[in-house]
């Protein structure tokens, strides 16, 4: 039985149309008797099937077997889809937007990769999160004293209590004024340079400069730890210290010939075994103290490593080869000056997809691990820690394919380039605020543990834990 509107297949049972709705069957031929003057025309209805059609490919296939054989022409903008429950089971044809099937596949490929990464860092998919929503206070004006009491945070007086610790999404804003306070200071000192030529002003537009968006980038992860219990002083020793032995250990490391074409394993170990040495104390148990402890060193050895670039890649090379060629001093450091800025510019711009939130991954993820226990060695093999560092190890691997190839003319394009770093960056971010979740999650399990305990204390001292709720025996 076909449809007499737009000639779909449809069992001798069905009462509607699959596709466009149309009345069929029985209900059809009744509407076919009623009428008088469309009862003749009615016959040809099944004429349709007599034509012969064309078989229709399979089109599409995101979970359906599209069916190979000779059916009905679909309707304009419509595909034909067969579906099977099981194999050799019945198959049921109806017809999708073409459209939408193309949106379908779309999202099937690219759930299936987020599926992917998700399993590797043992993460759950996101759910309530807003860009918009997370950011929606970055602008927000703030007074002086509200800003005072949102950084004094980490002592015994100033972490909040367990209950009264936030669950949901944080809204940072912090992170965005001082980024702000540093592209201000940076572009200051560059313009008084400009203008009076007094160099000893460099070095301090190349600190500002290297310093900016790292610690930007670390303000927005401490922010998120939502806990509170870590304070400035702790980052700020954590990250002169571990930012520092991070870039010694990777020194001496590189002196292995092989090192150099394995940075992302060389520098991502270092960078995790620093935040191991540095904090090991068992008072900071949460996931998102990991993640913390993780972008402070991070964003330690990014600072310091853009400042060795922009000084021995861009600022030196400059000024030397100026100097040979025999060029005034003044045009000669204002060349190398503005070669600095412009390297300083773009790591600035990159920074925040790079060595913050790579040690961040790896630090959160031996944290969900090791949790409120002294760390071990038996816990570097735990495969939630294993698999989940093989993604920042990868993502920086990827990231600096034009090192590990110097002589491909493709991998060192632009267009090339820009693609691994966008694509590195936002699958990192990812994986981050999946871990971020969690550890949302780890703290309001602990709230319902540690309230759970309190009404059972409760209930222990007004006496309420002998009472019995039992029904009373029949008869009284």
Known sequence: MFCPHCGTACEPENKFCKSCGAVVGAAGSAQAASAPAAAPAAAPAAAPAAVPQPAVPAPYQVGYQVAHQAVPTPPPGMVPVVYQAYPGGPQQMYYVPAQGMQAHMGGGLLEGIRSRIRELASTDKLEGFSLSQTFSQAFSKHSAQEIEEYMMVGSARTTPPLELVETGWPKPWMFFRLLTLFVIATAVLYGVW??????????????????????????????????????????????????????????????????????????????????????????????????????????????????????????????????????????????????????????????????????????????????????????????????????????????????????????????????????TGLTSWYVLFGMVQQGLSQVREEQKTQLQSTLVSVEATLGLGARSFAMPPQGR
């Open 194 to 423: 400009k203008f009076t030529g007094n160099t000893p002003m460099i070095p301090a537009i190349l600190i500002m400069g290297a310093f900016a968006v790292p610690l930007s980038t670390l303000m927005l992860i401490f922010e998120m730890n939502t806990p509170r219990n870590v304070s400035l002083v702790v980052v700020g020793q954590l990250f002169v210290m571990g930012g520092l032995a991070a870039l010694c250990a990777v020194s001496f490391e590189y002196m292995i010939a092989i090192a150099g074409d394995l940075p992302g394993v060389v520098e991502e170990t270092a960078k995790f075994a620093m935040v191991l040495l540095v904090m090991r104390s068992v008072r900071y148990k949460y996931e998102l103290n990991g993640i913390l402890f993780g972008a402070v060193v991070g964003a330690g050895f990014a600072a310091f490593e853009t400042t060795f670039y922009g000084l021995i890649n861009a600022f030196l090379p400059s000024l030397i080869q100026g100097l040979q060629a025999g060029g005034q001093e003044a045009t000669v450091i204002n060349t190398a000056v503005q070669a600095m800025a412009e390297n300083l510019a773009v790591r600035g711009v990159l920074a925040p997809f790079g060595h913050v939130v790579w040690t961040a991954i790896a630090a959160g993820a031996f944290w969900r691990v090791k949790g409120a226990q002294p760390a071990t060695v038996a816990m570097l093999s735990d495969p939630r820690f294993l698999k989940a560092f093989l993604i920042p190890v990868a993502m920086h691997t990827i990231w600096d394919l034009g090192v590990i190839f110097p002589n491909s003319a493709l991998v060192n394009s632009l267009p090339v380039e820009l693609c691994l770093w966008i694509g």
